[in-house]
């Protein structure tokens, strides 16, 4: 370790070698993390959505909404949000199905309480930030962006929703 504390090169263990003792049962099922801070910059998408997914969001019926997937892996994928509770993650049976190493097996909920949406980390190793801010908990209003590994997701409620909150 240098005076700082931090370790040098040496002392950094990637993981264990195959002849180490309980090597074997250890898996090489990991979360890599995802760079350093510059790569979590918030630059919001603005409202460039195409016609399609126009369509899609004035589609919704009331209590839904729709995650947009804006970057990533899997840009352009659409997600309807539609029960009390969404699960976010790399796991297979996960909800939403992340499949990259930047995202946990069980990364994120998110839940539904009437026509309100909440978005839970859970205990992720990148962590789930919602416009920019890293948040452990966090509501989710029209236009959101989620970053959640390296994708960029939209939120968008319905817009009957919208309209019963103007009024309202």
């Given at each position: 370790?240098?005076?700082?504390?931090?370790?040098?090169?040496?002392?950094?263990?990637?993981?264990?070698?195959?002849?180490?003792?309980?090597?074997?049962?250890?898996?090489?099922?990991?979360?890599?993390?995802?760079?350093?801070?510059?790569d979590l910059?918030?630059?919001?998408?603005?409202?460039?959505?195409?016609?399609?997914?126009?369509?899609?969001?004035?589609?919704?019926?009331?209590?839904?909404?729709?995650?947009?997937?804006?970057?990533?892996?899997?840009?352009?994928?659409?997600?309807?949000?539609?029960?009390?509770?969404?699960?976010?993650?790399?796991?297979?049976?996960?909800?939403?199905?992340?499949?990259?190493v930047t995202?946990?097996?069980?990364?994120?909920?998110?839940?539904?309480t009437g026509?309100?949406?909440?978005?839970?980390?859970?205990?992720?190793?990148?962590?789930?930030?919602?416009?920019?801010?890293?948040?452990?908990?966090?509501?989710?209003?029209?236009?959101?962006?989620?970053?959640?590994?390296?994708?960029?997701?939209?939120?968008?409620?319905?817009?009957?929703?919208?309209?019963?909150?103007?009024?309202?």
């Amino acid at each position: 370790m240098d005076e700082n504390g931090r370790p040098e090169p040496d002392d950094i263990r990637r993981g264990a070698a195959a002849d180490e003792p309980g090597a074997s049962d250890r898996g090489s099922d990991t979360t890599q993390t995802f760079g350093h801070d510059s790569d979590l910059s918030f630059v919001p998408f603005g409202s460039d959505l195409n016609e399609a997914e126009l369509d899609a969001i004035e589609a919704l019926p009331t209590g839904a909404a729709l995650l947009l997937v804006r970057s990533g892996p899997t840009a352009g994928a659409r997600y309807l949000l539609d029960t009390d509770v969404t699960t976010v993650g790399r796991h297979p049976e996960a909800d939403i199905f992340f499949d990259d190493v930047t995202v946990s097996r069980r990364h994120a909920e998110i839940t539904r309480t009437g026509t309100a949406f909440e978005l839970v980390d859970q205990r992720s190793l990148n962590g789930t930030y919602v416009n920019g801010e890293r948040a452990d908990r966090a509501s989710l209003s029209n236009g959101a962006e989620v970053r959640i590994g390296k994708f960029r997701l939209n939120f968008f409620v319905s817009p009957a929703d919208l309209l019963q909150a103007a009024d309202g």
